[in-house]
């Protein structure tokens, strides 16, 4: 999601990767058991299906907008949210499936289904999901804003004066902007954008009668609900739709139907043939416009003879189109969420500077330097502040004359980074600044082009990671001159250098003068700016090569340990949890009596509770206010626990195709930091939802008379405390 809690980071969101070494259809192998190792007799089901899993975590997102108790307008946010959520989901996975299903790729996925089976059952329950929406928008929201004196309405429900007022706006701000295109022999069908949002009109000549079809964009320069004064607004297109015949002159319009298409946005750069990685990718954009269309969406009123039209023009199939009241495209709520009603919204968060960087007498801010030599700094954003931490640390990095130099990864940033005029003031200084800059970060890829280039100008270093692999995970390293020598600051984290969204996504980072942690760090940043392939490290894992086996390694240990009547437990929060050696690892301590928790927001292809498989299994997931992004793998080792946190999901992607670091937490008392924040997680008087073995989520109960506590509500008023 762009503007809020759920992207599609996007989503950094739950979705797969946009842009690949093009491969045969890029299908993941079947993956097959070790037998030997994990008795699978019985238990070929044993993994849920992703896709479907994923619509079902859009669906918990929708639950919080038909939650009475969430503030309305973040009801009408959740809605937006939903929408886009779903548009990433039709761009990428849909479309990707269609074309395996095109060229006649005949694989089952891990779930055991065929392509044409997910593909069907997706559309039922999208198809539900999207309808759902639509009645929770007219049946829910809309009566309840009204209660509060914010009124959506038609064209219809618009007194004289809203209506002169209108009429007044499109002449002179609409109008102007606008572009009809007919349809004739001489004006052939025009070319739909991905989520534009379109009027399709029928209008005839009145001497002749003969039918004309035209289409007219709705501007997305403008806002999609017109404002017509006290809290009322109207949707764009119903203002465009009602003064057709100044577009029009002369023509009976005869009807007016909105429509929206979503189109195949998926990628493919041949990396290993491309001279220049930047040029091939910046090529690949222009054509991502001009993808094959994969949903059709229409209001259920419209004309046959329209939708006919649309349907063979477009090329979609009749299974493609979705039937929905009007409005379309919800995005547009997120003006309405951002209206000046703090009654109607979450309380005002403001996120304090951690206790180890707040400055105790003086009002100039901390030396981050001096406070991370004292003591390794574990932040939790974005209850943590990112500009009085990691923002600051860059900052000071570029004007400290000690520093040496700068190396960090971006995969992400917002468009005014001040993260980047860090890095810009470091080079113009003089000092070696590295930035291994991901250009292919899904659907950020013009603005990472465009910080690239900027950072070359300036002087960096920018190198474009590895061929065939993302480079996604998120490090920083500064080289400082100290009286005792050359140290090395290190700041490992779970997210994005993001200043916008390091306020709503929550994330874990480590800062520390670790020497064993700064070496490793060293060597990858030397792997992924050269030719070195070192893959051996101390302190942190890396994907491709050690994660997966580490995290392997891991679980048994803990298995081990609980046969030698140690205390043993495996506790996994993520964004995502489909990888299925890991997932069988984790059946495998299930098994054997090991505790397993999981905390997942987006996709989780694991079963828990199936008897004789993974009795032992808990699977949470916790939506809300913040976005729930960090990844931590905690170990109970035998009474001496072990995290570990990084940019890594349990993904075939995340193993396979990217670059990834994990870090193990230096001390126990880290340790013990992130193990608090899942025992809230976990604790019985906590919301959530759980996942049952048959794939469905259901929302927990109170177990007594008291109410259950809402985990970012407990952490930031432990935040408001602790400031």
């Not at 969101?13 to 007799?41: K, M, N």
């Not at 040029?279 to 059709?296: M, Q, T, Y």
């Not at 109170?702 to 109410?707: A, K, M, R, S, T």
Request: hydrophobic share 40%; net charge negative; proline share 6%.
């Amino acid at each position: 999601m762009s503007t809020d809690t759920f992207p599609a980071d996007a989503s950094e969101g739950p979705l797969e990767s946009t842009l690949r070494v093009v491969a045969p259809f890029d299908v993941d192998p079947p993956y097959e058991a070790e037998i030997d190792d994990l008795d699978t007799a019985g238990f070929e089901d044993r993994f849920l299906d992703r896709e479907l899993s994923w619509l079902r975590f859009n669906q918990r997102v929708l639950e919080l907008a038909e939650n009475p108790e969430v503030p309305l307008l973040e009801r009408a946010r959740f809605l937006a949210i939903f929408t886009s959520n779903l548009d990433e989901f039709f761009m990428v996975r849909v479309a990707g499936l269609k074309r395996r299903i095109a060229a006649g790729v005949a694989v089952r996925s891990a779930s055991g289904l065929m392509p044409k089976e997910v593909m069907a059952q997706i559309w039922t329950e999208a198809a539900q999901l999207m309808a759902r929406q639509a009645q929770v928008f007219r049946d829910q929201l809309i009566p309840a804003l009204a209660e509060e004196g914010i009124q959506l309405v038609r064209w219809e429900d618009l007194d004289r004066e809203e209506q002169r007022l209108c009429k007044k706006l499109f002449k002179e701000r609409i109008f102007p902007v606008l572009t009809p295109l007919a349809v004739d022999p001489a004006h052939p069908f025009p070319y739909i954008s991905g989520l534009s949002l379109n009027l399709a009109v029928l209008v005839a000549n009145p001497k002749t009668g003969k039918e004309h079809f035209a289409r007219v964009k709705v501007p997305q320069s403008l806002t999609r609900f017109i404002s017509l004064g006290n809290q009322r607004f109207v949707p764009l297109e119903d203002v465009i739709g009602e003064h057709l015949r100044r577009l029009f002159p002369g023509m009976d319009v005869r009807a007016v139907h909105t429509f929206r298409v979503t189109r195949n946005e998926d990628l493919e750069v041949e990396e290993d043939d491309a001279e220049n990685l930047l040029k091939a990718l910046e090529k690949e954009l222009l054509r991502r416009r001009f993808g094959p269309p994969v949903r059709l969406e229409v209001e259920e009123s419209i004309d046959e003879r329209v939708l006919n039209l649309l349907v063979s023009e477009l090329g979609v199939r009749e299974d493609e189109v979705v039937r929905l009241p009007g409005p379309l495209d919800l995005r547009g709520l997120h003006s309405i969420a951002d209206l000046d009603r703090q009654d109607l919204r979450f309380e005002a968060f403001l996120p304090s500077t951690h206790r180890l960087l707040a400055p105790v007498e003086s009002a100039s801010p901390v030396d981050v330097f001096k406070a991370v030599s004292r003591s390794d700094v574990l932040l939790h954003h974005p209850y943590d502040s990112f500009s009085t931490s990691v923002q600051r640390f860059i900052e000071q990095a570029a004007a400290d004359p000690h520093v040496l130099a700068i190396k960090q990864t971006l995969y992400r940033t917002s468009g005014d980074s001040p993260i980047i005029d860090a890095l810009v003031d470091a080079a113009e200084a003089g000092k070696q600044v590295l930035v291994i800059v991901e250009i292919k970060a899904r659907f950020d890829e013009q603005a990472n082009i465009r910080w690239a280039r900027k950072l070359e100008q300036a002087g960096c270093h920018v190198v474009y990671g590895l061929v065939g692999l993302k480079t996604h995970c998120k490090l920083a390293m500064v080289v400082r001159e100290e009286p005792d020598g050359i140290r090395r600051y290190t700041h490992i984290g779970t997210g994005n250098y993001n200043p916008k969204t390091a306020r709503m996504y929550e994330d874990f980072g480590l800062l520390t003068t670790d020497e064993a942690i700064g070496e490793d760090i060293a060597h990858l940043f030397n792997n992924l700016s050269g030719w070195s392939r070192n893959a051996e490290y101390d302190q942190i894992m890396v994907a491709p090569d050690s994660v997966r086996s580490g995290l392997i390694d891991r679980i048994r240990a803990e298995i081990a340990h609980h046969q030698a009547g140690l205390p043993a437990r495996v506790r996994i929060k993520a964004n995502s949890v489909v990888d299925e050696a890991v997932i069988d690892e984790l059946y495998r301590a299930s098994r054997a009596g090991v505790p397993v928790d999981l905390l997942i927001r987006g996709i989780c292809a694991a079963r828990p509770g199936v008897p004789g498989l993974s009795e032992t299994m808990r699977v949470r997931s916790v939506l809300g206010r913040f976005l729930e992004h960090s990844r931590i793998y905690w170990f109970e080792n035998g009474g001496e626990p072990q995290a570990w946190i990084g940019s890594a999901d349990m993904m075939h992607r995340n193993l396979d195709r990217r670059v990834e670091v994990l870090v193990k937490l230096p001390s126990a008392d880290l340790s013990d930091e992130v193990g608090a924040v899942l025992d809230l997680a976990f604790d019985p008087g906590t919301s959530a939802w759980e996942l049952g073995p048959d794939g469905t989520w259901a929302q927990t109960k109170p177990v007594g008379d008291e109410p259950l506590a809402n985990l970012q509500d407990t952490l930031v008023a432990a935040h408001h405390r602790r400031r």
